[in-house]
């Protein structure tokens, strides 16, 4: 038996594969077996694996995911591209666009675009994401809140059969509990049940296993859930919600890019709260267009009905060194900042240098404008020959962190503007301390008319 086993050995299960090997004369199953030195291209179905470019033809007619790819495409609520922006939004800021529109800018071309760059050129973006983050960013404050309807979470009053991680649970907490001081969420305690505005349906963006919900549905009664999620996950939270008698709940398995949300039907003339926690990178700026890019001109909102419209929204961002151009909200505020495309792609490379230092420090000093160039200078007057790579590399961890911070807030500085030119009272704040978690970002909006 054990000749028929896969010879690659797993050194953290101190074993070998136990699959079977290929046929033929491989000592490797199909997962460890060597690659062939052919072309090896995205799967055009499900770019998360690759294939031979000389067997893609055979492959794309059976590839596992193409049943649900073919079912996705028949559901009335799928529009392919319907969120993702355009790359030519730049021409209506006249700006000069190419003619194709780009992949995704992977981390690693961000990088190699920066480490491209001159010193004087690296110098001057590093000038201007200061002087840009002293302009916009003056008003993000902290707001860690833990509702007392949340208590029962917090005390684990509850089912141990479901997970609890204290700061997943803490971070859930906050963000409910800044729903509810803003005035979107009300405590269900007293509250009248049969009263659909007091308890609005619940879209929840990026639901993996589904437990803001979770906690949402347990603590504030909520009573008609969507879950929007485009991977399958084990453990989720469906079995324990579907046990309420008094919630509906429906998974849409899709890509938030591809989600036409007014064509869900039971959906349809029903206020609802639109929450998302750690929507990574450009899913936090498809989830927006999602919500309010064909809803809510500032016509809509001003003449909206009462009984069909988004009632509020609550967004925790994360990841925004992953965020894209083409993807991004609000192009043509950061095109009037005078932050470029290119900038734009260094500026969200740099935020991945926040979890550089300590996050037990949770107040990290962004006074000292000119602690970054003084390091470079100092770099400068060593007198030997220095290029960007060089000064990225020899940059304190605090230096590094501090820059990182500076840009994630640019960032959803820019996306919490865009929701206000939409005609929503927004705001972002910080809703967990950075030791607690360093993506402590939460944009939340709502209608003007619930103030």
Known sequence: MEETRCKFWLPKKNRFCSNARLNGSSLF????????????????????????????????????????????????????????????????????????????????????????????????????????????????????????????????????????????????????????????????????????????AVVEFGAGRGYLTQMLADCYGTKRVFLVERKSYKLKADRSLRQKESLTIERLRIDIEDLDL?????????????????????????????????????????????????????????????????????????LNLGITKEEFHAISWFTSWAVDADHGLDHLDFTDSRMHLESIEKELGSGLPVGVEDIVRNMKAVERAVLGFMCKQIIDAGRLMWMKEQGLEAKLVKYVPSSISPENHLLIAKLASLS
């Not at 869900?264 to 206020?271: G, H, I, K, T, W």
């Not at 989830?287 to 419209?309: F, G, I, P």
């Open 29 to 200: 199953c199909g997962n460890h077996n060597r690659r062939t030195d052919g072309q090896w291209i995205p799967c055009p179905i499900d770019p998360s694996h690759s294939v031979l470019k000389e067997n893609l033809d055979g492959h794309v007619k059976r590839c596992p995911l193409l049943k649900q790819v073919r079912s996705l495409s028949q559901q009335p609520f799928y529009h392919k591209g319907i969120n993702a922006g355009k790359e030519d939004d730049e021409e209506e800021l006249g700006a000069v666009t190419s003619t194709a529109v780009e992949d995704n800018v992977t981390s690693e071309m961000k990088r190699n675009a920066v480490h491209s760059m001159t010193v004087p050129e690296f110098c001057n973006l590093i000038k201007k994401i200061e002087s840009v983050h002293a302009l916009i960013c003056n008003g993000i404050c902290d707001s860690f809140k833990i509702p007392e309807a949340c208590g029962m979470w917090i005390k684990r009053e509850i089912d141990r059969k479901l997970p609890f991680q204290e700061k997943h649970v803490t971070q859930q907490a906050s963000i409910l509990g800044n729903l509810e001081e803003f005035g979107v969420l009300k405590n269900s305690v007293g509250v009248n049940q049969d009263d659909e505005k007091a308890t609005p």
């Open 262 to 334: 007014s064509a869900v039907e039971s959906l349809r003339n029903v206020p609802y709260l639109a929450i998302g926690k750690h929507l990574c990178g450009p899913a936090t700026d498809l989830a927006l267009r999602c919500c309010l890019m064909e809803q809510y001109t500032q016509d809509k909102v001003e003449h909206c009905s009462s009984n069909n419209y988004i009632r509020g929204l609550s967004i925790a961002t994360c990841c925004h060194h992953h965020c894209q151009w083409k993807h991004y909200a609000n192009k043509k505020y950061m």
